[in-house]
């Protein structure tokens, strides 16, 4: 066999391989994780509720979704190009498509183009974007009113939105001004005028001034509702109250904010029966419920559940509402719900008709009126 056709055929190989290479890291399943609780009963009639995925804090903002994959997609795609002889690179780089994030309405259309590397849920009228590597807001026509500089941000709630520099966490307002210093290893979300905050080891509550109201005495802590909050102390949850007196001891594995005078707790079992989901009022009264009455489950009447392997919704009868042939789902929000099928993703609605084709690559919950998708940035 000739030199000149050896080369040939090696060129060949190292396209294949090449090509083979990027097809793997272009069309990795962009969707969510599914659910934590993935057990399934083997009888058909069976349905499994999906539990709330917050297994020790109530309510956290300082661990965003994780950033798709398109930073690192296109550098590994690079680096196997750079092997590649250049006229081969210039076929290959026809096939290469940039995925970013963009702004879907309800109807599917496309209202901010995709330019983002990330992007967070609309709150307040505005929206965390990543842009080189940094991170600002938008306002819902997509203008930049608050300019890339922090390392990461959340959502607007109450009107202020955590920001981090580096590998510390504060606060500004809308119109960027930091209000609470980036000096905080955690925080939550403003609620009653108050934010759970952790300094070093333990929690806290500080005001809008960043005045220590509740000194750091808890291993964990969520939002203050209804003038009460859920405190950690130790390995049990309780409730304290806005002077940080505990009003209900720690006694439960699990204990959520207060919503319509009950807060939903788990109570640990015993060596023959296992954890058991109650409501608790607020004079401390506990009613065990079985996993339909956890309202935690529930978001917008509709709570995910498996069966066989796949997801859909029940509603609080427990009634099925979507049937389970989806590879994964996300709660409803905004009266749709993120599904997936294979590698992409749609929406449907609460009767389980397709409202918006699975079509993007990757897509986030709806937030006023708007869904995050990832796309081609063609």
Same mark, same amino acid.
């Given at each position: 066999?000739?030199?000149?056709?050896?080369?040939?055929?090696?060129?060949?190989?190292?396209?294949?391989?090449?090509?083979?290479?990027?097809?793997?890291?272009?069309?990795?399943?962009?969707?969510?994780?599914?659910?934590?609780?993935?057990?399934?009963?083997?009888?058909?009639?069976?349905?499994?509720?999906?539990?709330?995925?917050?297994?020790?804090?109530?309510?956290?903002?300082?661990?965003?979704?994780?950033?798709?994959?398109?930073?690192?997609?296109?550098?590994?795609?690079?680096?196997?190009?750079?092997?590649?002889?250049?006229?081969?690179?210039?076929?290959?780089?026809?096939?290469?498509?940039?995925?970013?994030?963009?702004?879907?309405?309800?109807?599917?259309?496309?209202?901010?183009?995709?330019?983002?590397?990330?992007?967070?849920?609309?709150?307040?009228?505005?929206?965390?974007?990543?842009?080189?590597?940094?991170?600002?807001?938008?306002?819902?026509?997509?203008?930049?009113?608050?300019?890339?500089?922090?390392?990461?941000?959340?959502?607007? =709630? !109450?009107?202020?939105?955590?920001?981090?520099?580096?590998?510390?966490?504060?606060?500004?307002?809308?119109?960027?001004?930091?209000?609470?210093?980036?000096?905080?290893?955690?925080?939550?979300?403003?609620?009653?005028?108050?934010?759970?905050?952790?300094?070093?080891?333990?929690?806290?509550?500080?005001?809008?001034? !960043?005045?220590?109201?509740?000194?750091?005495?808890?291993?964990?802590?969520?939002?203050?509702?209804?003038?009460?909050?859920?405190?950690?102390?130790?390995?049990?949850?309780?409730?304290?109250?806005?002077?940080?007196?505990?009003?209900?001891?720690?006694?439960?594995?699990?204990?959520?904010?207060?919503?319509?005078?009950?807060?939903?707790?788990?109570?640990?079992?015993?060596?023959?029966?296992?954890?058991?989901?109650?409501?608790?009022?607020?004079?401390?009264?506990?009613?065990?419920?079985?996993?339909?009455?956890?309202?935690?489950?529930?978001?917008?009447?509709?709570?995910?559940?498996?069966?066989?392997?796949?997801?859909?919704? =029940?509603?609080?009868?427990?009634?099925?509402?979507?049937?389970?042939?989806?590879?994964?789902?996300?709660?409803?929000?905004?009266?749709?719900?993120?599904?997936?099928?294979?590698?992409?993703?749609?929406?449907?609605?609460?009767?389980?008709?397709?409202?918006?084709?699975?079509?993007?690559?990757?897509?986030?919950?709806?937030?006023?009126?708007?869904?995050?998708?990832?796309?081609?940035?063609?």
């Amino acid at each position: 066999m000739s030199s000149k056709r050896t080369s040939q055929q090696s060129s060949l190989i190292s396209l294949f391989i090449a090509t083979s290479l990027i097809a793997s890291i272009l069309t990795g399943c962009g969707g969510g994780k599914k659910p934590a609780n993935t057990s399934t009963s083997t009888t058909t009639t069976t349905v499994t509720t999906a539990t709330n995925t917050a297994a020790t804090t109530p309510t956290s903002t300082t661990s965003p979704t994780t950033a798709p994959q398109s930073t690192s997609t296109m550098s590994a795609a690079t680096t196997t190009l750079s092997s590649v002889p250049d006229a081969e690179q210039n076929t290959l780089s026809q096939e290469i498509k940039t995925f970013l994030w963009g702004f879907i309405d309800k109807t599917g259309n496309i209202v901010i183009k995709p330019q983002y590397e990330d992007i967070r849920p609309f709150s307040e009228g505005l929206a965390g974007v990543k842009k080189d590597g940094l991170w600002g807001f938008i306002d819902t026509k997509g203008n930049m009113v608050i300019r890339p500089h922090y390392d990461d941000v959340t959502k607007f =709630v !109450n009107g202020f939105a955590a920001v981090s520099l580096g590998d510390r966490w504060g606060f500004i307002n809308k119109q960027d001004n930091l209000v609470v210093g980036t000096q905080y290893k955690e925080v939550r979300s403003y609620s009653e005028h108050k934010a759970a905050v952790l300094p070093d080891k333990t929690w806290g509550y500080i005001d809008e001034r !960043n005045s220590m109201l509740i000194s750091p005495n808890f291993n964990d802590a969520g939002s203050f509702s209804e003038d009460l909050a859920p405190v950690k102390i130790d390995k049990y949850w309780g409730f304290i109250n806005e002077k940080g007196k505990t009003v209900i001891s720690p006694s439960f594995l699990k204990a959520y904010s207060f919503k319509n005078a009950l807060a939903d707790v788990v109570v640990e079992g015993t060596d023959k029966s296992p954890p058991k989901d109650a409501l608790l009022d607020k004079s401390g009264i506990i009613n065990y419920v079985d996993s339909l009455h956890a309202r935690e489950n529930f978001i917008e009447g509709m709570a995910m559940f498996e069966r066989h392997s796949h997801w859909g919704f =029940v509603d609080e009868s427990g009634k099925v509402a979507v049937k389970p042939h989806y590879d994964s789902v996300e709660p409803f929000s905004d009266g749709l719900a993120c599904v997936r099928t294979g590698m992409k993703k749609g929406y449907v609605d609460k009767e389980g008709n397709v409202a918006i084709k699975l079509q993007f690559d990757n897509a986030r919950s709806f937030s006023e009126g708007y869904a995050g998708v990832r796309i081609s940035a063609e």
